[in-house]
């Protein structure tokens, strides 16, 4: 399960977002039994959507960009 605050990217190659980076601000709700409707905010679109967890990938960095990059 991803935390708030963790860094994600969208992983599908048929999503619109495909290749965006957002950060988890709230988890919905389950889409199927196996699959939460998690609550990104993409900093390059300044809102937040829903999407699918099993579409989303946890990007580690050695070098984390500050919250204030991601507003």
């Known amino acids: 399960m991803m935390e708030l605050g963790t860094l994600v990217m ?29 609550l990104i905010y993409f900093a390059s679109k300044m809102r937040s959507y829903l999407v699918p967890e099993s579409i989303l990938s946890v990007q580690f960095s050695d070098v984390a960009p500050a919250d204030k990059d991601l507003h």
């Open 10 to 38: 969208v992983d599908h190659p048929r999503h619109p977002f495909n290749g965006c980076v957002g950060k988890v601000v709230g988890r919905r709700g389950n889409r199927t039994p196996d699959d939460m409707w998690i």
